[in-house]
């Protein structure tokens, strides 16, 4: 039944209200059709036409003589490749827009965040000493071009990296150079003929993931952050329930910031909100699905309809009027289905169309006017809507922690640092940090679960969470972004930390490409001291609960170069071959410090990532994680606090740290 499908109430609302009507969705389809068997394990190489090679029994190789373990590791090698390609192909439009507002061809893009322009520039070698940010922006543009195209050149990106992390990577030889050459690279050593030694071709991927994460990813984050803000922690919310019942409703979904940022503009312009009043809506309601909801959301407050999964449902409760969708994790099935409803369904990207759907296509040299005319077109469609069914289940959140915000958190404009989140580390306070992040998909136990469960679990353990992409969704639906939800669940030693520092125990992060943050993160906390001096020294952990992606692959595969245990949920891609298997865990971590590991069971990816941090913490000679040594004090606190919530006062953990609370107790 619908029910057992998703532990999110609204999906399963929607879920059954499908199942009623006969309306397929990605769970039903899942249910229908299992996965090939031996396609699903990395089994079935097609590659030529000679094939498709079915590697089934014991010593079979394909045709031209390819064994199990050269047929697996070319299969996760082109995951890779694509994974990397799809991140950075990102960056390099945003690049393209960076360009083209600093030369004056897209007016209505600006530098939002001059500072980080700044330093960006001085990183890239850019000079910037009397001259103006358009000129400095134009020059930052054209060295991040170079960062795609260099044949020979290491990729300058890596230098964010710890000094011994970088010296892994050239003695390795995975340095990256451009990152077009890279993915190239290892598109065509996985052509028939070609790489046929596992350990070389999957090598070869740790170079190319790299490429993506301290490359094309970390440049996307860059060049957005100066077009359109650096995040700073602000509230918001989330889940279907933020759809409104008597407003226009305009979802945007894909991974770009570019039109979307433009649509947040056009949402509030008060000729076209008059305009939506004129057609009898209440105004203009503009939320997100996936990570260009991410992007809005940390950067202008823009609530997120759902995550990967909740997309078809968005469409399903009859009140989105327009959906505006442009590169990556769009689903086909969305194209039918919006023909069933009202909704209308716009492609804008270049490189993305979808049979059946408007297309728009985004130009950045009139991008807001591009903008004005879809939320003219949603407010067009509004009168069209018939029968509603949005389910009343949304959360308050607190998203959009970038580096740079955790660096003034914890110290301030003059002397901002990670010593503090160090410190809490060395004294036991905070036992580790775990990046958990990645998709969803339908083939997991119930949607979101393994998410929930997972995180839940590390900040009981007093392991800060930060989050990302459609992980950090799931975490925003359970109200796990809010400090007051979190706290009920975080270990005592996380809870005291994050009270004095004001921040929840679960970090919203950013979107798929902001892995790059917590990659930044890590470089700084290595180098900070106290930790030893490289990412793999940290006591932590990276996790994908529910991957489905090649980009999930590419992360998986750069977060383990980087030095970090990294464990996905679901199934494993390569288990048709044991030794690539192993290799991707044992083989890698012999050789870069991380490895990659499938691990079905959420209990124990939880109980493999506690005993990897507390090895790192005896590595470090750090005192023994004890849950019982801290917190008294904050305990006392915030058991007031939740007793006096229960009893309907309207308090916060933060200003009521005492005497309010107690008081209002007593005169009960
Ligand atoms: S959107 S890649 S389903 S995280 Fe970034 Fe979500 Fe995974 Fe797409």
Redesign the pocket.
């Known amino acids: 039944m619908a029910t057992a499908k998703s532990i999110d109430p609204a999906v399963n609302a929607l879920l059954e209200y499908a199942e009623q009507e006969s309306i397929t969705t990605a769970f039903s389809r899942a249910e229908a059709m299992k996965p090939c068997p031996i396609g699903h394990i990395g089994a079935c190489c097609k590659h030529c036409h000679m094939g498709p090679c079915r590697l089934v029994k014991p010593g079979q190789t394909g045709i031209c003589g390819a064994t199990i373990e050269t047929v697996t590791s070319r299969n996760f090698a082109r995951m890779v490749a694509v994974g990397a390609a799809a991140h950075s192909d990102h960056g390099r439009d945003l690049v393209f827009t960076l360009l083209a507002a600093a030369e004056g061809e897209a007016p209505d893009y600006r530098i939002r965040d001059e500072r980080k322009l700044m330093e960006v520039a001085r990183f890239l070698g850019v000079a910037t000493e009397n001259r103006g940010p358009r000129d400095i922006a134009r020059d930052v543009a054209l060295k991040a071009m170079e960062q795609f195209t260099s044949q020979r050149k290491e990729a300058t990106y890596l230098r964010r990296a710890p000094k011994p992390r970088q010296e892994i990577w050239r003695r390795l030889g995975i340095a990256p150079r451009g990152i077009d050459r890279e993915v190239v690279d290892l598109l065509h050593r996985t052509h028939i003929g070609d790489d046929q030694d596992h350990e070389h071709i999957l090598m070869a991927s740790l170079r190319c993931a790299l490429a993506d994460g301290w490359s094309g990813s970390m440049l996307a984050t860059d060049i957005t952050d100066i077009l359109f803000g650096t995040p700073a922690p602000l509230h918001s919310q989330a889940n279907l329930g933020i759809l409104g019942k008597d407003t226009v409703n305009i979802v945007v979904h894909g ?1 770009e910031p570019t039109l979307s940022e433009m649509i947040v503009a056009a949402s509030q312009d008060p000729e076209l909100i008059a305009y939506a009043q004129s057609k009898g809506a209440r105004g203009i309601n503009l939320t997100g699905i ?2 260009t909801a991410n992007e809005v959301l940390m950067r202008q407050g823009v609530g997120t309809a759902g ?2 999964l909740s997309q078809e449902l968005a469409i399903l409760t009859g009140a989105v009027e327009m959906m505006v969708v442009d590169v ?2 769009i689903m086909e099935a969305l194209a039918p289905l919006s023909q069933r409803f009202h909704t209308k369904l716009v492609t804008t990207s270049p490189k993305v169309k979808i049979h059946g759907a408007l297309h728009v296509e985004m130009d950045e040299r009139r991008a807001l006017a591009i903008a004005k005319d879809l939320v003219r077109m949603a407010i067009d469609n509004y009168p069209n809507r018939g029968e509603t069914r949005i389910p009343q289940f949304k959360s308050d959140i607190v998203a959009g922690f970038s580096h740079e915000y955790l660096n003034y958190m914890m110290g301030g404009v003059y002397r901002g640092s990670f010593r503090p989140l160090n410190e809490a580390i060395v004294q036991g306070r905070i036992r580790g940090v775990a990046g958990v ?4 998909n339908p083939r997991a136990s119930a949607h979101d679960a393994a998410h929930e469960y997972i995180v839940r679990e590390f900040i009981r353990n007093d392991v800060l969470v930060v989050q990302t ?3 950090a969704i799931s975490a925003a639906k359970y109200g796990l972004l809010s400090p007051e939800e979190a706290f009920r669940g975080a270990g005592a030693g996380l809870r005291e930390v994050c009270e004095a520092l004001g921040i929840p125990p679960v970090l919203h992060m950013g ?2 490409v902001d892995n790059s943050r917590i990659l930044t993160a890590l470089s700084q906390m290595a180098t900070e001291g106290g930790l030893g001096e490289d990412i793999s020294d940290i006591p932590g952990v990276g996790i994908a609960p529910e991957w ?2 090649e ?2 692959v590419s992360i998986g595969a750069y977060l383990v170069a980087s030095g970090v245990y990294t464990l996905f949920g679901g199934d494993n891609p390569v288990e048709a071959s044991p030794v690539v298997t192993e290799f991707l865990s044992q083989g890698w971590e012999q050789r870069v410090g991380g490895k990659l590991e499938f691990v079905r069971d959420p209990e124990e990816i939880v109980a493999r990532s506690l005993a990897h941090i507390d090895a790192k913490r005896a590595a470090l000679g750090l005192a023994r994680y004890d849950p019982h040594r801290f917190g008294a004090s904050g305990d006392a606190v915030m058991l007031r606090w939740l007793q006096a919530r229960e009893m309907g006062l309207p308090v916060s953990p933060y200003s009521t740290a005492g005497l309010e609370v107690a008081e209002a107790l007593a005169q009960r």
Do not use: D
Not at 437 to 440: K, P, S, Y
């Open positions: 991974h996936c990570c995550n990967f990556q994790c992040a990645g998709c969803n992409g459609c992980g979107s798929c489905m992606s980009k999930a």
